[in-house]
């Protein structure tokens, strides 16, 4: 029996200091989740447009920009994805309202989801910014997703520092991979880009990362 007794006073232990479901999600995400997005100004990326010279390799995110660039803090797609799962691994989202053919009803300004986590659903709201197409579409989703969890209190503290867009930056993209002067500075630049978007860069990445040896992994 006293095994069984130590079993129990084992699993209780994990129980107090492990979160679980709704609790966890409110968890700060670790360093290691969380990334840095730069938020040049109109006057910044002209500045760096102008002159190339005019950045630097950002030692804070990899990216190409000016000195003077503010960062935010931001927990990407998957990160937020892998804590939902996390938290349920049944949780859900749906939009308010669907069209003639049943997908979802985006209205000109965005779209409205139910977001549904341990049987508890919150709405939330994504737009799309700037972005044209399918681009717009998934930055909408993404930007819902991100909405309504916060309404859970998903990386709130990160939320305090101000709204966020996780594509939505005056980065070149192109010019900081092409900017790499060796295989540590690709890479960065590489691993900088949000995740959603480096596939635009894909084909890019893999050129430039031909001319490394062993470098197929990070461009793949
Ligand atoms: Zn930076």
Redesign the pocket.
Known sequence: MRWLNLAHIIAEANMTTKKTGLELLREPFPAHQIS?L?KPTANQTAEVKADFKKGIR??????W?HKD?V?LDYVGHAALTDRLLDCDPTWNWEPMGVDAFGQPAFSSQGLWIRLTVCGVTRLGFGDAQDKKGPNAIKEMIGDALRNAAMRFGAALDLWHKGDLHIEDNE?DWEESLKASKNRAEFERAYK?IPTDTRPQFAELAKAIGAKYPKLTEVAA
């Open positions: 840095r730069p950002c030692l804070q995110c990899g990216a920009h660039v960062h980065i900088a």
